[in-house]
């Protein structure tokens, strides 16, 4: 069964971290871009960050550069992202998504989402 399934969400005060996993089952997660994506209460989707097949290049919405990274390990299928300094702009469900076609934004396979909340 293709499936993506995050975890590590939680409560965290402004300034501190949290790690997300996003395990993959069904595929590779290694031979496909992937991303992860957050919506806000009450907003649309918001691109995160992504990390390409093949060299890993990543990238990183302007929002979370220099605060965010996102990685992969490959023998455990699994996608992270590492939240440092986190704001409580940050607080969203996060989402991993696989991309259908390297670089175009556009998902076929999505997780269930897990809950950021940034609150002191």
């Known amino acids: 069964q293709v499936q993506l399934v995050e975890s590590g969400g939680g409560l965290v005060q402004p300034g501190g971290s949290l790690r997300l996993s996003c395990e993959a089952s069904?595929?590779?997660?290694?031979?496909?871009?992937m991303s992860w994506v957050r919506q806000s209460s009450g907003k649309g989707l918001e691109w995160v960050s992504d990390?390409?097949?093949?060299?890993?290049?990543?990238d990183y919405a302007e929002s979370v550069k220099g605060r965010f990274t996102i990685s992969r390990d490959n023998a455990k299928n699994t996608l992270y992202l590492q939240m440092n300094s986190l704001k409580p702009e940050d607080t969203a469900v996060y989402y991993c998504?696989?991309?259908?076609?390297?670089?175009?934004?556009?998902?076929?396979?999505w997780g269930q989402g897990t809950q950021v909340t940034v609150s002191s």
């Open positions: 998504a696989k991309e259908k076609v390297a670089g175009t934004r556009e998902y076929d396979i």
């Open positions: 069904g595929f590779a997660l290694s031979m496909y871009a």
């Open positions: 990390i390409d097949s093949g060299d890993g290049a990543t």
